[in-house]
């Protein structure tokens, strides 16, 4: 099998994303016929280049969506020899078998068309979590799970009793905003809310979503994100599958916000996540922010 550029951007594009489905793929490398590129990604996995996740066929619609694919061995060996400084990972997902597969999925295909709005406007750039660590804090660097940071809260909404929660959002993330003489950053903390985690608990010390709110509010009030990570800004955006469970969610975000909140939210179905033109529309239009502010992450003064 003779190996294309296009199938070598294939690879890389998955060393990068751990998991992405064809139509991402295809929104990608491009190609004037969809079917004969399907096509030639099933050659690929035949010949080993590729694998196809077996979690994905767990689910009862697995076959009514396009097929998610992963490294195989043979383009990993590949990318130990050609993408050593290319393919740098911006999901913080490790090459193992995920439990919640398909928030894994849903991370890697969000991120996937943040990185396509970015190559459709020459006036933004996508930053990836390795270029944040490359800049960020030698006690950052030398981190072993550098984006994992421990931060004192109360079990409550009003400070009381100070535990430290270990806070590990799904992704981080940056945009860069090319304006006339000048270069300015927006960094943003992705959480995906698939409606599996208690909005609130009895007992405020067990693992809910308000836990994770006010852990994000204390982090941004005692500016952690600056001294740990280096960042100059940070943004929390929360994509949910349900909107009724994420009504609740701004709700709780609401009463322990304070304007300006950087808490903002968004309505994603995991079938329009799973398709890159719908997740790009629905990424650019404003997101909610739990003080009733708009917030368009292609424009940096929105």
């Not at 076959?63 to 913080?92: D, K």
């Not at 809260?153 to 009793?161: L, V």
């Not at 009030?221 to 994509?239: A, C, D, H, Q």
């Not at 329009?272 to 940096?300: E, Y």
């Amino acid at each position: 099998m003779v190996l294309t550029p296009r199938d070598l951007e294939i690879f890389r594009l998955l060393c990068r994303y751990r998991y992405l489905n064809s139509e991402y793929l295809h929104a990608f490398v491009g190609g004037q016929s969809e079917k004969r590129f399907k096509e030639r990604l099933g050659d690929l996995f035949h010949e080993g280049y590729l694998d196809r996740p077996q979690r994905q066929w767990d689910f009862a619609v697995c076959h009514q969506g396009p097929v998610v694919y992963e490294s195989g061995e043979r383009s990993e060996q590949i990318g130990q020899r050609h993408f050593t400084n290319l393919a740098h990972p911006v999901t913080f997902l490790r090459a193992h078998q995920h439990r919640q597969f398909q928030h894994s999925t849903m991370i890697c295909h969000v991120l996937a068309a943040v990185d396509l709005l970015t190559h459709r406007n020459p006036a933004i750039g996508f930053i990836g979590w390795n270029e944040i660590l490359a800049k960020g804090p030698v006690s950052l660097q030398s981190a072993s799970r550098p984006f994992a940071i421990s931060v004192p809260i109360a079990n409550s909404t009003e400070y009381g009793q100070i535990e430290k929660s270990l806070l590990v959002p799904d992704a981080i993330f940056g945009i860069r905003y090319n304006e006339v003489g000048s270069i300015k950053f927006r960094f943003f903390a992705l959480e995906i809310d698939r409606a599996t985690m208690p909005i609130v608990r009895s007992d405020p010390r067990g693992v809910s979503y308000l836990r994770k709110l006010l852990a994000y509010r204390r982090m941004i009030e005692l500016r952690l994100y600056k001294s740990f990570w280096g960042l100059p800004n940070l943004m929390v955006l929360t994509i949910s599958t349900n909107e009724n469970h994420l009504q609740h969610v701004i709700d709780q975000a609401t009463e322990i916000s304070k304007a300006p909140s950087p808490f903002f939210f968004k309505a994603l179905a995991e079938g329009n996540a799973n398709d890159p033109g719908v997740a790009q529309c629905h990424l650019k239009f404003p997101w909610l922010g739990a003080d009733g502010r708009n917030l368009d992450i292609t424009k940096v003064n929105s």
